[in-house]
């Protein structure tokens, strides 16, 4: 990921956000995804930008980095090969004409599969996750992209809210604890298999377990969906880092069609949760993901 900002000199304008992604369609092999953050509205649309979009706030025990944190754009670029990734980020920068890069960082998914329709990966806690996602395009285009008469403008109308977590690990901290205790505090064996012995692909029954006996009421899944038939309308897509001298942790990306009641309403649930002192967020923000095709941009960034 590369959150880009637009140079002073170049003030605001619109022709900016068109320039780079026009140069970005240039990018071949990885897949290349562009969302616009706050500063959308020097692009032409202040009085039309998409409604929840703001700068993301810091949270309980957050401690961000404005270095490492917002930006004007963000440009995501995933593959299967490191090298065809190393390429087109080299080939963004030298588009990126006008811009400078306000933040980067780079991920990769352990183990990483597609179960039942899932995208699972391993996090550097050794546990798999995306058990959460929906299975399915259909199911999740229902959670992720914005609807038509949900106070959006129109323009936006298939585009999504993306938000992006960096979060620092205490793994030493971590592994001192027993693989037990661990799957106490995540609500799940390692596997993703239920604690109350319910299998992955089936919803444990939390009413049956109101004390919080097989798993605990402050374990992270718990309280992320304590109405397991009801999940957060969002999408998980995350990523493991690793910058060396111990700094490891998770890029947290998800996209929801509404910001207060997937990610923030997820995100107020978990304030003191048991995992919460092994982890740090020291970056990232919120973006919007316009919807495909080109038409979106006549109305941010007219010629």
């Given amino acids: 990921m590369v959150a880009l900002d637009r140079e002073a000199r170049r003030g605001e304008s619109p022709a900016i956000l068109r320039e780079l992604l026009t140069g970005l369609r240039a990018v071949e092999g990885p897949e290349v995804t562009v969302g616009v953050g706050l500063a959308m509205g020097a692009f032409g649309v202040a009085a039309n930008r998409p409604r929840q979009l703001a700068e993301m706030p810091a949270f309980a025990g957050d401690l961000l980095d404005p270095a490492r944190s917002h930006g004007d754009a963000l440009v995501q670029i995933t593959g299967e090969r490191v090298g065809d990734i190393t390429r087109a980020v080299e080939r963004l920068l030298a588009v990126a004409s ?9 991920g990769f ?3 990483n599969r597609v179960e039942d329709g899932r995208g699972l990966a391993r996090n550097p806690f050794h546990f798999t996750e995306g058990f959460g996602n929906p299975a399915g395009e259909r199911a999740t285009a229902e959670r992720a992209l914005v609807r038509a008469g949900q106070g959006e403008p129109e ?3 298939g585009g999504s809210y993306q938000v992006v977590r960096i979060i620092r690990f205490a793994t030493e901290l971590w592994d001192k604890d027993s693989v037990p205790e661990q799957e106490r505090i995540i609500g799940r064996r390692r596997d993703g298999r239920w604690l109350d012995g319910a299998p992955t692909d089936e919803e444990p029954n939390f009413a049956a377990d109101p004390k919080g006996r097989l798993i605990p009421l402050d374990s992270h899944v718990r309280l992320a969906a304590p109405d397991r038939r009801n999940p957060p309308p969002l999408v998980r897509r995350s990523y493991s880092y690793d910058r060396g001298n111990g700094d490891t942790g998770l890029v947290f990306s998800c996209f929801q069609r509404d910001l207060a009641q997937g990610f923030e309403a997820v ?11 092994y982890l740090l967020t020291t970056g990232g923000g919120y973006f919007f993901v316009p919807p495909p095709g080109d038409a979106w941009l006549d109305a941010v960034a007219p010629v």
């Fill in 155 to 157: 323009w936006a109308v």
């Fill in 98 to 106: 006008g811009w400078r890069v306000r933040w980067r960082v780079e």
């Fill in 267 to 277: 995100q107020k649930r978990l304030e003191g949760e048991a995992m919460a002192k």
């Fill in 109 to 111: 998914r352990a183990a």
